[in-house]
């Protein structure tokens, strides 16, 4: 499968405990994104990388959210000091820099906080 | 920042009838619209996407159509068929970097 990939897919986590999610996107692939998607609504998203260097970050995404792509290829999600309001399921795509910016999605890590 | 609505949120159709979805944006740098089809569980899957140069694009029995006039987009469905239920979303980009979803239409067609 060459497709985005993510893991684990689903996590849970008590409440103030710290997570890592993993995201490998399609191997030439050099933007990834990171969004947050909750019930009944659209992705939202957190933030981007091209390469390694993080390009933009939504103001959704407070000090506990931490993300990096050190070597440009997958990258991490890491929450720190989790709350319940972070239940989600977290989407990474990813796209080429050139041509038209199709986002591709991974499966997706649905987080838990309880 | 941009903002996507979308309209309706659900909608029902018998099997071979048309669907039509519509979305507006707010950014008038928004460039880039893509459509996305998700069902239960899976991951959000692009179906067709238009740029603002293009003032419709076909694929089969999909088509979209973009008026920068206006400000909105609409994604039209002919022939629907049962496995055409999922859940639809739009999105915009104002410069093919991060997108901007609208809050989905659940598409159910009925045999």
């Known amino acids: 499968d060459t497709g985005v990939s993510q893991n684990p897919r689903h996590k849970i986590t008590k409440r103030g405990q710290n997570v890592t999610f993993r995201c490998d996107p399609i191997?030439?692939?050099?933007?990834l994104y990171w969004y947050r998607q909750t019930l009944g609504q659209g992705p939202e998203f957190l933030t981007y990388f091209q390469n390694e260097a993080q390009l933009e970050k939504s103001r959704l995404l407070s000090d506990r959210f931490s993300a990096e792509r050190p070597k440009g290829s997958f990258s991490t999600l890491e929450i720190q000091r989790t709350e319940q309001g972070d239940s989600a399921m977290y989407l990474c795509a990813s796209s080429l820099l050139e041509g038209v910016g199709k986002q591709y999605f991974g499966p997706g890590t649905r987080l838990t906080v309880t | 920042g941009e903002n996507v609505e979308q309209h309706p949120s659900t909608l029902s159709v018998q099997e071979g009838d048309s669907a039509v979805i519509k979305c507006t944006y707010s950014?008038?740098?928004?460039?880039?619209f893509p459509w996305y089809k998700q069902e239960l569980g899976k991951r959000p899957q692009l179906i067709i996407d238009i740029r603002s140069n293009v003032g419709e694009k076909k694929d089969q029995r999909i088509a979209v159509t973009l008026n920068k006039t206006a400000k909105h987009f609409s994604l039209h469905i002919t022939e629907t068929q049962p496995e055409d239920s999922a859940v639809y979303f739009c999105?915009?980009?104002?410069?093919?970097?991060?997108?901007?979803f609208g809050t989905g239409t659940r598409l159910q067609v009925f045999p």
């Open positions: 950014d008038s740098a928004s460039n880039y």
């Open positions: 999105a915009a980009s104002p410069n093919t970097d991060k997108l901007i």
């Open positions: 191997s030439e692939h050099n933007r």
